[in-house]
């Protein structure tokens, strides 16, 4: 009866547990035979099969030194026994490793007790040999060599009697190996079948009493389902059992009770659903009425960069039309200087000098509101060329070398280039590099102004480095973050101390970008700046699209 109360998890269980019993046995069992054959197929592996190799070099060896020393006694001739003695040296340095490599394999007293013996016959052997038979066979010149020889009888039947014994001990233990192997094997053989039939038998005879049980009790409750599925909600199933089949019983029963509760709910959720519903048709509305306003949004930001355009292609026109009668102005001017000059009206020469200098400060600020306009717009040409770069910042030092000495400064540049040759836009670069010298000269006064120019490689590319360095007024880090931008200047002090529009070093980065570069600053007030500029050395000539980082709004150029 307990058995039966037992649930079925319990059963299962138990008749598992005896089936894990008796396979563990089993595998135990073959696991210690396996190992018990392992040890012995280890054993004449590692020790009984080399043993039995060695042995029979053993042997070689001395049936070849005999026939040695028969060979000697034939021959007379003094290089024939001299390379007889060197055979007889190296078959000796041979039994010798032979007998090292034998003596890890001893695995037993018996086997030691024959291998000292062995060895102490060989060294008695080889020691006569060389001691008695060689020296007196080599000083005999009658041919009466035959009682030296047969001196060593005695000794070499010791040697080929000790050779085997080892023979046979180191065969025994191979034999006794294979037999134990053998054993094992039958008694596997005959253990593991016995077990199999047994865990066979116990497994289906428990499965099969299991089964008619269980398959009994789920009949009934099959029925029960069908006729409550048909209709008959008061119908109960009978438990009797306290199994999991009574539990599903017991189960079954109570979801019948709870129906009607079900149908209730149901009720409930379908008027969550509907509320459901409707708040998510309200957050559609919301959605839509956001996606509105989004594009309204980008209408107006279209607005704004037609307006920028406009603004961009404004301020291209009026700088060429200023730039046409600044020219004139400045053609006028010079010839009215030379003719001063030439006239010797001397007294009209630096007012004259004034209006030019003040007529190219002039033409330069058109012209930087004018390449900052083509940049906007994406149409700054580029003339892509082979250069040397090294000539090319001679030049523009030299250009300014004048507004150097006018505030002091010395100018220096050092080369450290490996191959001056760049292909880029020489136009491009010669602007920047005299915006940043520009720049250095207005801001030191009785100072060292130096260009660097070094290449380095990076990402299998080649890149030039240009680094100019003041030892000027310097930069804070706050006001570095506002010096790109055009327009901008470090601080309203600088701008009415120095004057400019701070466009040169917002036109510099652009058009490091447009030659696939940057610019970078480091600065600290007081010390100096160094203006950094990195470039690939190779630029490939084709169409090119300009990375406008500009603040278009119109507030930019009329602020």
């Known amino acids: 009866m307990r058995w039966i109360r037992r649930s079925i998890r319990t059963k299962l269980l138990l008749a598992f547990s005896v089936d894990l019993l008796l396979m563990f046995a089993l595998g135990s069992f073959a696991a210690y035979q396996l190992a018990t054959m392992n040890t012995a197929a280890t054993f004449v592996e590692r020790y009984t099969i080399p043993s039995l190799d060695l042995t029979d070099k053993f042997d070689l060896v001395i049936t070849k030194y005999r026939s040695l020393q028969l060979e000697y006694i034939i021959n007379r001739s003094s290089a024939d026994r001299a390379r007889i003695e060197a055979e007889m040296a190296e078959l000796e340095q041979s039994m010798q490793r032979y007998f090292a490599r034998y003596t890890p394999l001893i695995a037993s007293a018996a086997e030691r007790s024959a291998y000292d013996e062995l060895l102490a016959a060989w060294l008695t052997y080889a020691s006569a040999n060389n001691e008695r038979f060689l020296p007196s066979t080599r000083l ?25 014994r080892l023979v046979n001990l180191t065969q025994a233990q191979a034999n006794t190996a294979l ?37 009994r009790r789920i009949r009934k409750l099959t029925d029960a389902t069908a006729v409550v599925a048909a209709g008959d909600l008061e119908r109960r199933v009978v438990v009797r059992t306290q199994d999991e089949l009574g539990t599903l019983a017991n189960s079954f029963n109570q979801m019948v009770v709870s129906l009607k509760e079900q149908r209730a709910m149901l009720e409930v959720r379908n008027a969550e659903l509907q509320q459901s519903l409707e708040t998510q048709q309200q957050l559609t509305e919301d959605l839509m009425r956001r996606k509105a306003a989004e ?34 102005i400045l053609g006028y001017t010079q010839i009215m200087h030379l003719q001063a000059s030439a006239s010797g009206h001397s007294d009209f020469v630096p007012a004259l000098e004034r209006v030019r200098s003040a007529g190219r400060h002039l033409l330069t600020l058109i012209s930087n509101v004018l390449d900052f306009s083509k940049i906007e717009q994406g149409k700054l040409d580029m003339n892509i060329s082979e250069f040397d770069v090294a000539a090319l910042v001679r030049d523009v030092i030299s250009v300014v070398a004048p507004l150097a000495e006018n505030n002091q400064n010395s100018l220096q540049a050092v080369e450290r280039l490996e191959q001056p040759l760049f292909h880029s836009d020489e136009g491009k670069l010669r602007q920047v590099l005299f915006n940043l010298l520009s720049n250095a000269i207005k801001f030191t006064h009785s100072g060292m102004i130096t260009v660097l120019l070094r ?50 070093l917002a036109l510099s980065q652009e058009l490091c970008r447009l030659l696939g570069g940057t610019i970078s600053v480091e600065s600290a007030p007081g010390v100096g700046s160094t203006f950094t500029i990195q470039l690939p050395d190779h630029v490939a000539a084709g169409p090119f699209a300009t990375v406008n980082s500009f603040d278009t709004t119109a507030s930019t150029l009329t602020g």
């Open 140 to 164: 005999d010149n009658t041919g009466t060599v035959q009682p030296a020889f047969n001196r060593l009888n005695p000794l070499y039947d010791e040697l080929v009697s000790a050779v085997q």
């Open 179 to 215: 037999s134990s192997v053998q054993q094992s094997y039958r008694s596997s053989r005959y253990v593991i079948a016995s077990e199999t039939v047994l865990s066979l038998v116990l497994s289906a005879l428990i499965g099969l009493v299991l089964a008619q049980r269980i398959a």
């Open 295 to 328: 594009e309204a949004a980008v209408r107006a930001r279209a607005t704004a960069e037609a307006a920028s355009q406009a603004k961009s292609m404004f301020l291209a026109t009026m700088s060429h039309e200023l730039r046409t009668p600044l020219n004139a």
């Open 455 to 504: 290449q380095e490689q990076r990402d299998e590319r080649h890149w030039l480095l240009i680094a100019v360095r003041d030892t000027g007024i310097g930069i804070d880090q706050a006001q570095q973050q506002a010096l790109f931008k055009p327009f901008t200047q470090a601080s309203p002090l600088i701008s009415r101390t120095y004057g400019g529009t701070g466009l040169g």
